[in-house]
T-cell receptor
């Protein structure tokens, strides 16, 4: 079954404690991206990757890091989380960024206290 | 700056009627426009994609139009059902960009 898998689904952490949200896809997609979704602000892109070792900033990259060492995995790293990073996070993958459908993970609800 | 606007107010309609949702954009030349459905707490699910040289696309009870002159897309659900109740997102991408940019979504409620 084609899918994008994120882990964990829920996470409560404290300010400053480094964390990683994993994302894996089984469709051999080249393009992967991370979004955060906040009430009233919609889905905003954090980072994207066109292929292995190729990543770039989206609209709201501050406070986040990513890596793309393998095609299937695209982890999101928060080196020093802050309360304003409390949000619902989605990973997505597609063959290309616009002219093919994007597959989304089930989401990670992060709370930073 | 680029803007993608969807009705922020929820759309309430009766079962069986046609729901029409609007997506307007400014400062944008999208090559592709997509519509997604999102249920509470879940990831968006792809519905339809339309290209800039296409005027209309259909899939079962869904129809999307794309007017690059008006800078607008309309998304129609015919014979709506309570199970269609969800938030619907439009997303745009340009030929030169690497992002899929989303509108904030419109909530649809279909009542029996």
């Amino acid at each position: 079954e084609a899918q994008v898998t994120q882990n964990p689904r829920y996470l409560i952490t404290v300010t400053g404690k480094k964390l990683t949200v994993t994302c894996s896809q089984n469709m051999n997609h080249e393009y992967m991206s991370w979004y955060r979704q906040d009430p009233g602000l919609g889905l905003r892109q954090i980072y994207y990757s066109m292929n292995v070792e190729v990543t770039d900033k989206g609209d709201v990259p501050e406070g986040y890091k990513v890596s793309r060492k393998e095609k299937r995995n695209f982890p999101l790293i928060l080196e020093s989380p802050s309360p304003n990073q409390t949000s619902l996070y989605f990973c997505a993958s597609s063959l290309a960024p616009g002219d093919t459908e994007a597959f989304f993970g089930q989401g990670t609800r992060l709370t930073v206290v | 700056s680029q803007k993608i606007e969807q009705n922020s107010e929820a759309l309430n309609i009766q079962e069986g009627k046609t729901a029409t949702l609007t997506c307007n954009y400014t400062n944008y030349s999208p090559a592709y426009l997509q519509w997604y459905r999102q249920d509470p707490g879940r990831g968006p699910v792809f519905l339809l994609l339309i290209r800039e040289n296409e005027k209309e696309k259909r899939k079962e009870r869904l129809k999307v139009t794309f007017d690059t002159t008006l800078k607008q897309s309309l998304f129609h659900i015919t014979a709506s059902q309570p199970a269609d109740s969800a938030t619907y997102l439009c997303a745009l991408s340009s030929n030169s960009g690497y992002a899929l940019n989303f509108g904030k979504g419109t909530s649809l409620l279909v009542t029996p």
